[in-house]
């Protein structure tokens, strides 16, 4: 999809066509924050979990935080999101609270407004955490799209920036040949978590 600028009447537009094109659920969305983006994918598949990224929300935590505390920062902030519950894990960032609150307020509170789809993955097993905490997949997959377009810097057209987006993908999807890491196990978590949301002949 191109669009002008991103927001929810653009996202709800796509969600749309995702769905008259055949995409009848979605289980976990994982997203960088993105503007109008959740309520949009909330408006057409009600039922979805979002996980905002984790590593776009500590990147957007430390443009805050003065150099010379972002390693003590970094270590009680590890204990937040690689708690091994919600509960720990809120327990902790009250913990960063009163450490810290008084210095970057501004980070603090963006942690407990966002909680809500921070916090999402801690109700899944660790395989599936790996795989929905970041949207760094799909920051690698863009970083090739722009090794094929970046010697151009003009298209005549939306359609042929599309050709050449489509033309890229189908070279890079070439070198997909390996299966994500203990695959079978994810597959079998997701198929007990979620029923009969995934069907029964779903195979990957």
């Given amino acids: 999809w191109i669009g002008e600028a991103e927001g929810a009447k653009f996202w709800l537009s796509v969600c749309n066509d995702l769905k008259n094109r055949g995409l009848e659920d979605i289980l976990i969305a994982c997203m960088d924050g993105l503007k109008g983006l959740p309520e949009a994918i909330k408006t057409v598949y009600p039922d979805v979990s979002i996980q905002t990224c984790i590593v776009h929300q500590i990147r957007n935590s430390f443009k805050y935080i003065a150099s010379k505390d972002?390693?003590?920062?970094?270590?009680?902030?590890?204990?937040?999101?690689?708690?091994?519950?919600?509960?720990?894990?809120?327990?902790?960032l009250d913990s960063l609270k009163e450490k810290w609150y008084q210095k970057y307020s501004v980070v603090i509170d963006s942690w407990y407004n966002n909680w809500s789809n921070l916090s999402t993955f801690?109700?899944?097993?660790?395989?599936?955490?790996?795989?929905?905490?970041?949207?760094?997949?799909?920051?690698?997959?863009?970083?090739?799209?722009?090794?094929?377009?970046?010697?151009?810097?003009?298209?005549?057209?939306?359609?042929?920036?599309?050709?050449?987006?489509?033309?890229?993908?189908?070279?890079?999807?070439?070198?997909?040949?390996?299966?994500?890491?203990?695959?079978?196990?994810?597959?079998?978590?997701?198929?007990?978590?979620?029923?009969?949301?995934?069907?029964?002949?779903?195979?990957?």
Avoid: C, H
């Avoid at 972002?70 to 902790?92: I, P, R």
């Avoid at 395989?127 to 722009?146: H, P, S, W």
């Avoid at 079978?184 to 007990?192: F, P, R």
């Fill in 70 to 92: 972002q390693k003590e920062f970094m270590k009680d902030l590890k204990s937040v999101y690689k708690a091994f519950n919600e509960e720990t894990a809120l327990l902790n």
């Fill in 122 to 204: 801690f109700a899944y097993p660790e395989d599936i955490r790996r795989i929905i905490y970041t949207t760094n997949a799909l920051e690698g997959f863009n970083r090739q799209l722009r090794k094929y377009t970046k010697v151009r810097t003009v298209f005549p057209t939306d359609e042929s920036l599309r050709k050449s987006l489509y033309l890229s993908t189908m070279k890079i999807i070439e070198k997909w040949n390996s299966p994500n890491q203990n695959w079978s196990a994810t597959l079998g978590q997701l198929t007990i978590m979620f029923g009969d949301r995934i069907p029964k002949n779903y195979i990957i």
